[in-house]
């Protein structure tokens, strides 16, 4: 009961900071955009109240990195829609078809379509990994999951594909000059018919960052953060390029065209900017952070393209949706969070002229309505108790079993 007491009062502060963000508009700033739910942490709220989260901010689209059934089930009915991932070491297991069917009927199709899974991420930065041979178990694994999906009429509803490393790119620069790197060459011809054949998009996990942190000094802080700048025109093409995200994607999209696949789609299936880093990560900061997505936020709204191919919106997903405690390596991966577990804002990400009256309205709308904290309350519990029913189930079914066997 404490606990539960203490989760109320959790849910309520992050409840009161989010009506008062959206009472300032922030609602309008992040419609359509995509998240990415990370979970490698030990303080992360449980899946029901992340979707409260993610309803209250309009975000519409979330992936994870595993088939969690707790996550799966939670986001039954939402309406939110939800990539998940296969494991790097499930790759050679559903290179097998019949495998595949059966990871499909097991881990996708159960939940469909109440959840709306709309992807299924193959692997993660397979390409550039260090295991060579997952590489060889990638196009295989992806075509005999499809066809799983055909077999059991889903693949109208769900596409599958792969996040890829920018590292994938020998040259990036300028985006009419992309190429793939050779090491790659004779994989990539399968796995971008594999796309063009199923309609799938090429997708990309991309961050200027990186850019910025290996070459502070040569690379302009407002062109990776799309300040205003004088940006880069692209001699062979003429395009002109105010930002280096916009740039990276068109230079997926050159690469792809030398290989002879033209109408691939991209996808950034990332991209972000970490709130705080190690002393020599430079430029991780929170106002960095705040300016970067603030700014990718506002070009979501807008619906744009990239300078190569203006009139397709650029679906974007945001890394990352919590800042992740049990990430490994440099301060700045536990730290891409737009939100702290607790659910209070990291950083102000699109508020900072109107930040002054934040915190009034927040006690507002925290104290002057009673009928709103209870049915908060309800909500909560609700969610608790939703959190119990899986283990009822299991309990229940051990209960028949348990009758079978008499
Ligand atoms: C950056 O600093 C951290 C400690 O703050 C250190 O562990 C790491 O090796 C450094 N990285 C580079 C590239 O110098």
């Known amino acids: 009961m404490e606990k539960l007491k203490r989760k109320i009062a959790i849910s309520n ?6 009506i008062s963000l959206s009472g300032l508009g922030f609602l309008e700033v992040v419609e359509s955009l995509g998240i990415n739910y990370g979970q ?50 499930l790759l050679s297991t559903l290179m097998d078809p019949q495998q595949a069917l059966q990871w499909v009927g097991t881990h996708i199709r159960p939940y469909f379509p109440a959840t709306r899974i709309t992807g299924i991420a193959v692997g993660n930065e397979i390409f550039t990994g260090d295991d060579t041979t997952l590489m060889t178990y990638l196009v295989p694994a992806m075509v005999s999951i499809h066809a799983a999906l055909v077999k059991l009429g889903l693949d109208q509803f769900i596409q599958v594909s792969t996040p890829n490393s920018l590292a994938v790119l020998e040259e ?6 992309g190429s793939f790197r050779s090491e790659i060459n004779e994989i990539m011809p399968q796995f971008l018919q594999f796309l063009a054949t199923t309609k799938a998009p090429f997708w990309i996990n991309a961050y200027p960052y990186f850019a910025y942190k290996d070459d502070p000094t040569r690379v302009s802080l407002d062109y990776v953060l799309f300040n205003p700048n004088s940006g880069m025109t692209d001699r062979n093409t003429n395009l002109h390029y ?7 994607v068109d230079a997926v999209i050159f690469s792809m065209a030398k290989m002879g ?85 990291a950083y102000n990400v699109g508020l900072s002229p109107l930040s002054s009256s934040s915190s009034s309205s927040a006690s507002i709308s ?6 709103q904290v209870k049915q908060r309350e309800y909500k909560t519990l609700l969610c608790s108790i939703f959190l119990f029913l899986p283990f009822f189930q299991v309990f229940m079914s051990r209960q028949r079993l348990g009758i079978f066997w008499q």
Do not use: H
């Open 242 to 248: 105010d930002n280096m995200l916009y740039a990276q």
């Open 366 to 371: 925290l104290t002057s309505d009673a009928t």
């Open 40 to 89: 490698v942490g030990n303080n992360l709220p449980p899946p029901c109240e992340v979707i409260n989260l993610l309803k209250l901010f309009k975000i519409t689209k979330a992936r994870i990195y595993d088939t969690n059934p707790q996550v799966l089930t939670a986001f039954a009915k939402s309406n939110i829609e939800l990539i998940v991932t296969v494991d790097n070491q």
């Open 13 to 18: 502060i992050l409840l009161g900071f989010l």
């Open 172 to 177: 990036s620069y300028p985006p009419s000059a």
């Open 261 to 345: 696949y033209d109408g691939i789609e991209v996808m950034v299936s990332e991209t972000g900017w970490p709130s705080k880093g190690d002393p020599n990560e430079t430029g991780a900061t929170a106002e960095n952070a705040a300016i970067y997505n603030r700014n990718l936020l506002r070009r979501q709204m807008k619906d744009e393209g990239t300078p190569l191919r203006p009139n397709k919106r650029l679906e974007i997903y945001v890394f990352a949706l919590f800042n992740e405690d049990m990430k490994p390596g440099p301060t700045s991966e536990r730290n891409y969070g737009l939100l702290q577990p607790d659910g209070t804002m």
